[in-house]
């Protein structure tokens, strides 16, 4: 009976010292945090806020003091509106894929072949230090039918005139768009994918291999499983970024039908003032839209979880 009235006293001080130390490190780092916070809060909360006044018609400068939902009726009602949510849900879906499944194969040989090459890391690196803007524009003087490299097939004798080279600027399929995008996904996924592959060695996979697995099982059964979380996590960043980024698609897209944040920019930007309210719903709109997609995917996320350890 001593023993055990002891020992319960040991765990029943064990659990309120943890308790303790739980309470101090949130207090702790609520102190730390929350004037950082506190700040982003009300600054992004307070931009938020004025945004959907405003996308609800409240501009007194302007002489709109009405609040109402007309202008999202306008902009739902507009057909243009989903010809631009089409072509912005086909850029984002299609880069993000792409660079994924590159990026799921370029870590996986870095691993096998070049886990240590500086000059491999370097040339993947430098993708990540250029703005999108810059990249933009580097394509548009690269592929453009009077761009570098028609001129350069000109000149070697493939083609016979500049206007022979394809269309991949303010083409219909979006092809400028979609290189600049996997071009400068491709690393962030890569070394997000590195790393994990990093911390898991190759332990599993040789226990894999001598129960007589074949490549394709290691990776199904091993490797995908382990990889899946930062996978989707960086696809998830990835689609959020191409889905609300404005200027790839203003730079090398078509004029009509545009992609949805190039719409949005332009009814903002628009000399007509009380075009500025439909802009800031259709701005709106891209972030709920943006929200609903990534609350969605992490519930299929969740649920391929929960099946796996089920």
Not at 83 to 100: D, F, H, K, V
Request: glycine share 8%.
């Amino acid at each position: 009976m001593g023993k055990t009235c002891s020992k319960r006293k040991i765990v029943d001080a064990v659990s309120t010292s943890s308790g303790r130390g739980r309470k101090t490190s949130f207090t702790r780092l609520f102190f730390l945090l929350g004037p950082a916070l506190i700040i982003i809060s009300l600054l992004f909360g307070g931009g938020l806020v004025l945004g959907f006044l405003q996308a609800l018609g409240y501009l007194p400068g302007q002489g709109l003091d009405q609040i109402g939902l007309q202008h999202f009726t306008h902009v739902l009602q507009d057909p243009d509106f989903f010809n631009s949510l089409g072509i912005s849900l086909y850029i984002s879906i299609t880069s993000t894929l792409i660079a994924a499944t590159v990026s799921v194969m370029l870590a996986l040989a870095l691993m096998r072949w070049a886990a240590n090459n500086r000059t491999m890391h370097f040339i993947l690196q430098i993708p990540l230090t250029a703005p999108h803007l810059v990249i933009g524009i580097a394509a548009l003087f690269l592929l453009s039918p009077s761009g570098l490299f028609s001129r350069l097939f000109s000149q070697l004798g493939i083609l016979t005139s500049s206007s022979q080279f394809p269309l991949l600027v303010n083409d219909r399929m979006s092809i400028g768009i979609l290189s600049v995008y996997i071009w400068k996904e491709i690393p962030f996924i890569t070394f997000m994918l590195l790393a994990v592959l990093k911390n898991m060695g190759s332990e599993l996979d040789e226990v894999g291999a001598t129960l007589n697995g074949s490549k394709t099982q290691r990776f199904k059964h091993i490797t995908m499983p382990i990889i899946a979380p930062s996978l989707g996590g960086a696809c998830l960043i990835v689609f959020a970024f191409t889905f609300g980024a404005f200027e790839v698609p203003y730079l090398l897209g078509r004029t009509y039908p545009m992609a949805l944040p190039v719409w949005a920019y332009k009814n903002y930007s628009d000399i007509d003032l009380l075009a500025r309210p439909e802009g800031i719903a259709i701005g709106m709109l891209l972030a709920g839209i943006i929200i609903l997609i990534i609350v969605f995917a992490q519930l299929l996320l969740q649920l391929s979880r929960n099946r796996s350890f089920s």
